[in-house]
């Protein structure tokens, strides 16, 4: 199975803060990944796809880069909204395999 | 608007069974892959199964091979999974997504406890 590391798995930052989250795959994955946002409580929502396209609707200050095994999401100017754990998602091989989440928490 | 509505959690003791369902609306249900997803109490997500559109190509985690069965009825536009010898380790929520494509998970329902006792 393909292993799924994010790092770090808690950042402290504040609003307006440009905040990134790395996604470190055990082998090379393409660019098959997602990346989702989950609230307490809330099922997760899609917010990028094939490691650096915008979902319909997402902010365009979430930003998505990355290929083979390295990848980072990128909050560009940090909103109260976005207080939240974010799991990158694998689809290149079965079975798919998620990141153990990065909580965003505020500082 | 799609909406994918879950049901059949519940408390069931080790080894015991469970049958979940999905409802889906708002799309043409016989045209997209379906999935469960499944999340621990603080944990982290897990992919479980998914189901092609005509229900002929199912995929398994290895955990719940041969314990956990996937199907779907497109006249209903519904997804089930059907737990078998459940485990306390599958205790969780329950997701059913769909899939874009045959690849990652576009819409999700709000999830149905699963509790397994010892």
């Known amino acids: 199975d393909i292993q799924m590391t994010q790092s770090p798995s808690t950042l402290s930052a504040s609003v307006g803060d440009r905040v990134s989250i790395t996604c470190r795959a055990s082998q090379s994955i393409s660019n098959w990944l997602a990346w989702y946002q989950q609230k307490p409580g809330k099922a997760p929502k899609l917010l990028i796809y094939?490691?650096?396209h915008l979902e319909f609707g997402v902010p365009s200050r979430f930003g998505g880069s990355g290929s083979g095994t390295e990848f980072t999401l990128t909050i560009s100017s940090l909103q109260p909204d976005d207080f939240a754990t974010y799991y990158c998602q694998q689809y290149n091989t079965f079975p798919w395999t998620f990141g153990q989440g990065a909580k965003v928490e505020i500082k | 608007e799609v909406q994918l509505v879950e049901s059949g959690g519940g408390l069931v003791q080790a080894g015991g069974s469970l049958r979940l369902s999905c409802a889906a609306s708002?799309?043409?249900?016989?045209?997209?892959?379906m999935t469960w997803i499944r999340q621990a109490p603080g944990k982290g997500l897990e992919w479980v199964a998914n189901i092609k559109e005509d229900g002929s190509e199912k995929h398994y985690v290895d955990s719940v091979k041969g314990r956990f069965t996937i199907s779907r009825d497109n006249a209903k536009s519904s997804v089930y999974l059907q737990l078998s010898s459940l485990r306390v380790e599958d205790t969780a929520i329950y997701y059913c997504a769909t899939v874009r494509g045959y690849d990652f998970f576009e819409d999700w329902g709000q999830g149905t406890l699963v509790t397994v006792s010892s």
């Open positions: 094939r490691a650096s």
């Open positions: 708002g799309f043409r249900f016989s045209t997209y892959w």
